[in-house]
């Protein structure tokens, strides 16, 4: 009953998400494979890992878990249901000192078992100007612990128009959402040379749309 | 010239088919004919078989009757405001704006012409969203480009909610003779105007030379907009037994809506232009976006709808 919930739901999201968005996926970097990767995006609105994730092919898609905060996912029976059982997501503890298990052990089993992630290394929504928050190390943790892993850049545009962080409606705003060249962590590399080459990789990513200027 | 012709669908449908089928016709024999097709061939094939799926979509929203167009035509509303807002530079200040601009401005346009209150859906956009919309965004205090944002939005509802709800007022004229047959006025609308996009694109492939506004669009030729504003209106002419306009009537206001399409692509391109953009959208294949295939249409529906009112209708 609830897995069928579960699929019901998540029918309606992403035609929410179509009807809201005519959501389109660009393959530049890296072509839709059905390997083993992480997905790392910018980070503004809710919805990011719905566009994310209703662009993926059907195959990709129900392998692809988004990496979601627990402070925020896990506070009410819905937000949990959605996250849970509707996006089969991990839920990690943001705040190092709530946290029983470690983040990065959760994502490195859920990549052995050959699930892919949906993570946003920014760490919460970015609500300003400048294109990126500085990325928080949990991305340069989980490179190093599975360095075999394509990380794969995924600029999602235009969804900080459609719901605004603090709104609540959201309004239809065409978006578009770009796979970039994906890159592994080198073995000498430091944690800031390897998060400033991630970013520069995603802000690479982003099309150049001169109605968003 | 009397009208003994009375306007049937069975009849309207031969002929409005003629195009389309003609153009499968081509389409099939070039891939029969041609080994590998090059991308032209390929957006020929396209472009036929969204005509097919937009003429079939056409049919069965005139089949639900009234509010089968007035829905549809809110749907394709809702599309080409969603391209144009995509397009327009809006701020997060704006979003109590956007939100009643989707929300409140289009369904209350269409609910408003669904109940055919005239009086009301003429001024609803042009005055009262024309006043609202600058204000919500002001109460959110953001002030940059406020200016550009807003006339931006205002625009954008002019153009693809106010101008296009015309299109469905056109069933709740009371012309003397005609009762029964708006839908009618409609279809030839939609068919003139699109057919004279089409022969403008073929008059312009085969003998353009001059572009009218290169600034603008290279493709658009004075050959190619004679030629096929010309050859829709003989056209228009022809169907004259499907208006209540007679001959020379529907001559003219198959011309009025020629010329006023032809200018309505001009100015949707000098938009997609200084945006940098190709197309509008991407839904319609081999088309581009609902706005790319609208465009025409949104400029010449207002003007059809008041020569109508004006000559022909009792209200």
């Known amino acids: 009953m609830k897995k069928l919930l579960a699929i019901v739901v998540g029918k309606a999201i992403a035609f929410s998400a179509h009807l809201l968005t005519s959501v389109r996926g660009f393959w530049l970097g890296t072509a839709p494979l059905p390997e083993t990767r992480v997905y790392f995006a910018n980070h503004r609105s809710h919805g990011d890992f719905v566009l994310i994730w209703a662009v993926l092919p059907p195959q990709l898609r129900k392998n692809a878990r988004p990496v979601a905060a627990a402070d925020y996912w896990l506070r009410s029976r819905v937000r949990r249901f959605i996250i849970a059982d509707v996006f089969n997501g991990i839920a990690i503890e943001r705040e ?14 859920a990549l052995d078992l050959r699930q892919s992630l949906i993570l946003f290394p920014e760490g919460t929504r970015h609500a300003g100007g400048g294109d990126l928050l500085p990325f928080r190390s949990g991305l340069f943790h989980l490179a190093k612990a599975r360095p075999e892993v394509a990380l794969v850049p995924v600029w999602i545009e235009n969804l900080n128009r459609v719901l605004p962080k603090g709104e609540i409606l959201p309004v239809p705003i065409a978006c578009t959402v770009t796979f970039g060249k994906d890159l592994h962590v080198e073995p000498d590399e430091t944690k800031d040379a390897f998060l400033a080459r991630a970013a520069a990789a995603l802000i690479a990513t982003r099309p150049d749309a001169k109605a968003t200027e | 010239m009397t009208v003994d012709i009375a306007p049937s669908w069975p009849l309207f449908a031969a002929v409005s088919l003629i195009p389309l089928l003609l153009a499968t016709f081509v389409d099939v024999a070039l891939r029969w004919r041609v080994a590998e097709p090059g991308p032209g061939i390929q957006n020929f094939h396209q472009r036929v078989g969204s005509w097919w799926v937009m003429v079939s979509i056409i049919a069965l929203a005139v089949m639900a009757g009234k509010t089968g167009v007035v829905l549809l035509a809110a749907l394709c509303s809702f599309a080409a405001l969603r391209e144009f807002m995509t397009l327009t530079r809006t701020q997060l200040a704006d979003h109590w704006a956007l939100v009643t601009l989707y929300y409140v401005a289009l369904p209350l346009q269409y609910y408003l012409v669904w109940i055919d209150w005239y009086q009301l859906y003429a001024i609803l956009i042009p005055v009262y969203a024309f006043l609202a919309l600058p204000i919500l965004s002001a109460i959110r205090g953001d002030t940059t480009r406020f200016l550009q944002r807003i006339a931006g939005m205002q625009w954008a509802l002019m153009i693809c909610v106010y101008c296009l709800s015309h299109l469905p007022a056109l069933m709740y004229l009371e012309i003397p003779g005609y009762e029964g047959k708006n839908i009618f006025l409609i279809a030839y609308l939609i068919f003139v105007v699109q057919l004279s996009d089409v022969l403008q694109y073929a008059w312009g492939k085969l003998c353009g030379r001059r572009p009218v506004a290169p600034g603008v669009s290279p493709s658009k030729t004075v050959e190619g907009l ?23 009537g529907a001559a003219l206001m198959a011309l009025a809506a020629t010329v006023a399409g032809f200018l309505g692509g001009l100015v949707m391109s000098a938009i997609k232009r200084d945006r940098g953009v190709k197309d509008w959208g991407h839904l319609i294949p081999g088309h581009g976006g609902f706005i790319d295939r609208l465009d025409s249409v949104l400029f010449s ?8 009112r004006y000559f022909w209708s009792t209200i």
């Open chain 2, 301 to 308: 529906a207002p003007i059809f709808f008041h020569l109508t």
């Open chain 1, 96 to 109: 190092a000192a709530d946290r029983q298990v470690c983040p990065i052990a959760q994502m490195a089993q």
């Open chain 2, 226 to 248: 004679l030629g096929g504003v010309l050859s829709a209106t003989a056209v228009g002419t022809l169907l004259w037994w499907m208006t209540p306009f007679g001959v020379w």
